[in-house]
């Protein structure tokens, strides 16, 4: 017998959506993103409810079960002053609300990400490394949690290192809209599971240069 399957888009490229609509200080900017559900299996879902936490709300065109629809993404300027979260459950969002959260001010206090150590590259490593560039310190405890108490340093503005990460190049990129001007190294390791970004970007009217 024949039966129908709805292929639900990806939630962990959708956070960097939210990163973005998390990081514009205008309260009528929306974002739609085509092909989510309501009552997602996908553990990176939880999204939605990280991101309402720093400002963006999420409306779904329907909640039909199983079936994605076209979510809009708003903005509504309350957040709160500091955000605690364990990522045990969804480890491909720390980066980008690592980025986002230093970006927009609020000081954090991160765990369950012992497994980032052991991905790509050594995200929770990378992480400090990178944001040093910009001027922020993190600490790191246990090889499972990472803080930043709101301690800065002077920023480098040197180009943000992927370390053959996908992740890394993505959750940064946001960090354009605080810090213009904002260069990425080997961007094209996007490739492995969000290979249209930059051109989806591009389309969103942002400016990509491509320097040799």
């Known amino acids: 017998t024949e039966r129908e399957f709805y292929i639900e888009n990806d939630w962990s490229a959708s956070s960097y959506w939210y990163e973005i609509l998390a990081l514009i200080d205008d309260r009528e900017s929306k974002l739609r993103l085509e092909g989510l559900m309501d009552g997602s299996k996908q553990g990176d879902s939880v999204a939605r409810y990280i991101s309402s936490i720093l400002g963006v709300k999420t409306a ?15 903005r509504h300027m309350r957040t709160l002053p500091r955000l605690d979260y364990d990522f045990v459950n969804s480890p491909d969002l720390a980066q980008t609300y690592v980025a986002a959260c230093c970006a927009m001010n609020i000081p954090f206090h991160f765990t369950g990400l012992a497994s980032l150590k052991i991905k790509e590259t050594d995200r929770i490593e990378a992480l400090k490394t990178e944001l040093r560039k910009l001027g ?27 370390y053959e990460d996908h992740r890394m190049a993505m959750a940064f990129a946001p960090a354009a809209i605080k810090y213009p001007g904002l260069r990425i190294n080997n961007p094209h390791v996007v490739t492995k599971s969000y290979p249209q970004y930059w051109d989806d970007l591009e389309k969103a009217g942002w400016k990509i240069e491509k320097v040799k």
């Open 136 to 162: 922020y310190v993190l600490r790191d405890e246990n090889d499972d949690t990472l803080i930043w108490d709101g301690t800065r340093c002077e920023p480098t503005f040197e180009p943000i290192d992927t």
């Open 60 to 74: 779904f065109a329907t909640r039909k079960e199983n079936t994605p629809t076209t979510v809009t993404l708003s």
